[in-house]
């Protein structure tokens, strides 16, 4: 745990650390929920994630999600229909699991987010990764895991 720690110190002072935009939330940052408790996901994972605006209608992604010994990074270009923490989205990247191996996967997703209040965001979405072999089937074929994220903005 104190390794992911570090790892999302050293990620948020990255993204904190370029230039703000017009707006007043760039930055989110936050947890899947689903993710602590899903038994597929090796019992539940600790999960952070952070989000930076690079305009009005994308975004870059950064998820963070430790348990044990399996690390994984996944890094996301994420494209609004609406816009900046409103409306349907995509999200397109690349995940890293660093204690397996060193193979770099895809990742995609299409979800729904919304802020219901002015610091708070919530995202519901369903994640394609491919790369890893299944869980359950142990193939390698896509797989496709939900999210519900809770995020606070500044």
Known sequence: MKNLLRAC???AAFITSGTATAAATDYAIGTDLIRW?????DGGMASLTFQKALGREDALFVDLAQKDSRTT???DYKVYNQRYYYGSF???GGLLDIQNSTRLYVE????YEFSPSQNWVVSGDVQMVFGPRHPVTEKEEPWFV???RVMYAF
Do not use: C, E, K, N
């Not at 408790?37 to 996901?41: K, T």
């Not at 995609?108 to 979800?111: K, N, T």
């Open 37 to 41: 408790f899903d038994p597929v996901q």
């Open 9 to 11: 110190t050293l990620v």
């Open 108 to 111: 995609g997703a299409m979800g």
């Open 146 to 148: 939900p999210r519900l």
């Open 73 to 75: 990074v996944g890094i």
């Open 90 to 92: 995509f999200q397109i």
